[in-house]
């Protein structure tokens, strides 16, 4: 993948995710993004006994091997469905947060 002529990285990005109980249908998964990220993407996996979250988003590459440039990090947080209510099952984010466990 390239942009600008620089190849674009996949990156998943450590993410908290927090719902409202076992009846909640749907998640808020927070996670903190670059000026240099694009096409941010939120994944997720539900089965019967766990849901898995993912935030992926394209890394663009650095115009020069020697750095001198700092990403200017903000916070952003998305609103995900689920298919069924929670119920007992287990939440969790890929990678885990460094921060809080990823879990509801």
Known sequence: MYAGGMA???VSLPSSVVCAGAHATELIVAFRVSNRMLDIAVGVQETADEIVVRVEAALDGL??????WFPHFTHASERVGLRRPLGDRRV???????HAAGVC
């Open 8 to 10: 674009l990285e996949l």
């Open 63 to 68: 115009s020069e091997p020697s750095g001198g």
């Open 92 to 98: 969790r984010a890929v990678p885990d947060s460094r």
